[in-house]
């Protein structure tokens, strides 16, 4: 993770921080109904497991840089290719929030995808809400063909994946039948989230976006 786009998710969490009382790992869902980890998962047809930390170190790498920032409990959400991380992302000055690396099982063993921060957790799973109600799409198999990241050899993320300054965010990447990008902008104290999912198999857009105010 960038030293810029580390700054701008500091940013995003002093505010979501300032909302809720909630600790981050359950605070990033806050919704009419605060979902934890293991439900938001459980939608995409995941399973919930504990996994040494010897495991972990010797499957899923980290660099040097990111063995300063990052943490692990051994939690982890996978099925038969997919393995998806539970992570805490260190900002300083007791600052910490929950982010999930995706990783897909290949014939050289895991590959990292993409890790999703504590404000992109929050867009996926408003995606899944929005594609299960507004679009009728609810079985989980389905659901997670359209949003887990996929890895794709030297094209997997999107080549526009940006931070500019602390005002702005984007992040990409391919899914089994689509494309999925989520968009953070900041004005002032209020952020505007817009994720946008290209379904390759029925040639159709799917967008959904949500603003949250902070008081930082």
Not at 69 to 89: A, H, L, M, P, W
Not at 108 to 131: D, P, R, T
Not at 188 to 205: D, H, P, W
């Amino acid at each position: 993770m960038s030293v810029e786009r580390r700054k701008f998710l500091k940013n995003g969490l002093i505010g979501l921080l300032s909302i809720s009382l909630l600790p981050p790992s359950i605070s990033f869902l806050r919704d009419k109904r605060q979902l934890s980890l293991k439900e938001l998962f459980s939608r995409l047809s995941l399973k919930q497991g504990s996994f040494s930390s010897s495991y972990l170190n010797e499957n899923f790498k980290l660099t040097v840089e990111e063995a300063d920032q990052i943490s692990r409990n051994g939690t982890v959400f996978y099925s038969d290719k997919i393995f998806c991380v539970k992570e805490s992302c260190q900002y300083g000055h007791g600052l910490k929030s929950t982010i999930v690396s995706f990783y897909e099982k290949t014939s050289n063993g895991y590959n990292k995808v993409i890790s999703l921060n504590h404000i992109e957790l929050k867009a996926f799973a408003n995606m899944i809400s929005y594609l299960e109600q507004e679009h009728n799409i609810s079985d989980p198999v389905d659901l997670q063909r359209l949003l887990v990241p996929t890895f794709k050899s030297r094209k997997h993320l999107a080549s526009g994946n940006r931070v500019e300054g602390m005002r702005a965010s984007q992040h990409g990447y391919y899914t089994a039948h689509g494309y999925c990008s989520i968009q953070i902008n900041a004005k002032g104290n209020r952020f505007k989230i817009q994720t946008k999912l290209l379904n390759f198999k029925k040639a159709e857009t799917y967008q959904n976006s949500y603003e949250f105010q902070t008081f930082a």
